[in-house]
């Protein structure tokens, strides 16, 4: 048991030392309106890590191991400072790929913790980047896992004029009642639902359903994980306000 704490620690101790040493890179992906032309223009910062070997890796390999060391909100707060950096820095040289918004995942650790939205808030007057500019992303797991915490932290990033968006939703956590007392900006519609819609008839009925009542509540729609151009057109059929994925776009390093 002492070995088996030992290595925990040590690679606790590599997770930090990685976060320290910006052993971690940012991509960002475009999510691109789909028939509304008044729609603010976005895009999703995705992270990876570059292990000693130079190899990126995706967060399925090394997000578990920060869960299980309690290392995500210091995690999110490294992604947080670093965009407001690079958003500060393209807006000032006038950048062309300055986006209008960014949006930024949320673990459910930062989400419970209660000193975010100070930090956040301090934050944004460092880099003088406008609240409007950030969307923060949770999971619709999350928000059922946690929906106190969740609905604090809704009110307190909208009151700080940040955007905030449920992903991966598929109703089947999260009541369409329960989606509108949350009173999120934007919701995506599940990828393994998106996947699916051109050779599904229930699954498109399904992200129409979706996409009708968060329309009627005020939100916004993302049909996420787009891997096929004919899901493009079937989605803007359905009315759904954005798109994101391989057949939009591919992830590029934030530089």
Known sequence: MANWSAER?????????????DRFVLH???IRALKRTDEVPYREILIRFLDEEETLLPPGTFIPLLEGYTLMYTLDRWVIT???SWLHKA???GSKR????????????????????????EQLKLFKVAPGSILFEVTEADAAAHPAALGKA????KNAGCGVALT???????SYEALKQLAV?????????IRHIHASESHLKTAVAINRICHAFGMRTVGELVERVETLDQLEQAGVDYAQGFAVALPEVLT
């Open 9 to 21: 620690q040590d690679t606790a101790d590599r997770l930090i030392e990685a976060l320290e040493r």
């Open 185 to 193: 900006d934007i919701v995506k519609i599940d990828g393994d639902i």
């Open 98 to 121: 300055y986006p209008a918004r960014c949006s930024i995942n949320l673990s459910a650790e930062t989400v419970r913790n209660h000193e975010f939205p100070t930090f956040l808030v």
């Open 154 to 157: 809704v009110k307190r990033l």
């Open 168 to 174: 991966a939703y598929n109703g089947d956590l999260i």
């Open 82 to 84: 670093r965009v407001l």
């Open 28 to 30: 960002s992906q475009e």
């Open 91 to 93: 807006s000032g040289r």
